[in-house]
T-cell receptor, first 113, second 113 residues
Framework: GAGVSQTPSNKVTEKGKYVELRCDPI?????LYWYRQSLGQGPEFLIY????????DSGLPNDRFFAVRPEGSVSTLKIQRTERGDSAVYLC???????????FGDGTRLSIL | AQSVAQPEDQVNVAEGNPLTVKCTYS??????LFWYVQYPNRGLQFLLK??????LVKGSYGFEAEFNKSQTSFHLKKPSALVSDSALYFC???????????FGKGTMLLVSP
């Protein structure tokens, strides 16, 4: 079955570079979430989309981080001027509604050298 | 604020024995509570949820959880553990006024043969 798909699965880049992480949610899911998971921690919320709009971006750590979902389906998380502290697994999830179970992708492991 | 505490970093149990993974929460208002499981290098998989109704919730793979409002707990249980249950387990909560989940730091469950 078609679950949440995230690409790439791994990304290694140098400090200062720009990266884009892609999430393809389950078809028909209106809600889409981005999380960041550091080693030994639970996922930390970054941003939530309901349809095309960012309903809550309060978890984005600073203005280097930005996400879009232009057609209400695929979403892209964009990180500018990457720093070593950005290294983590970035998880995407989608759901049928705000309080419904979220279905997660396998994540993108981002390593900043 | 909403928060989740998983007091045990690791739980060890022998195969065939009952298991409990503890979770307590702090919210304003009525909580929606969730358990997820994460296998190595994979995203989180939904196990079960409590929204309202019966305090004992049954989920996937024989797991269940008991909602206790007075103790603000939502412990995960299984009557008979399997070696294949070994994984990282996360408790999560969402409450009125919040748009997304807050996760605990996770508990590693190790089931020995």
């Amino acid at each position: 079955g078609a679950g949440v798909s995230q690409t790439p699965s791994n990304k290694v880049t140098e400090k200062g570079k720009y990266v884009e992480l892609r999430c393809d949610p389950i078809s028909g899911h209106t809600a889409l979430y981005w999380y960041r998971q550091s080693l030994g921690q639970g996922p930390e919320f970054l941003i939530y989309f309901q349809g095309t709009g960012a309903a809550d971006d309060s978890g984005l750590p600073n203005d280097r981080f930005f996400a879009v979902r232009p057609e209400g389906s695929v979403s892209t998380l964009k990180i500018q001027r990457t720093e070593r502290g950005d290294s983590a697994v970035y998880l995407c999830a989608s759901s049928q509604g705000q309080n419904q179970p979220q279905h997660f992708g396998d994540g993108t492991r981002l390593s900043i050298l | 604020a909403q928060s989740v505490a998983q007091p045990e970093d690791q739980v060890n149990v022998a195969e065939g024995n009952p298991l409990t993974v503890k979770c307590t929460y702090s919210v304003s208002g009525n909580p929606y509570l969730f358990w997820y499981v994460q296998y190595p290098n994979r995203g989180l998989q939904f196990l079960l949820k409590y929204i309202t109704g019966d305090n004992l919730v049954k989920g996937s793979y024989g797991f269940e959880a008991e909602f206790n409002k007075s103790q603000t707990s939502f412990h995960l249980k299984k009557p008979s553990a399997l070696v294949s249950d070994s994984a990282l387990y996360f408790c999560a909560v969402i409450s009125p006024g919040y748009s997304t989940l807050t996760f605990g730091k996770g508990t590693m469950l190790l089931v020995s043969p």
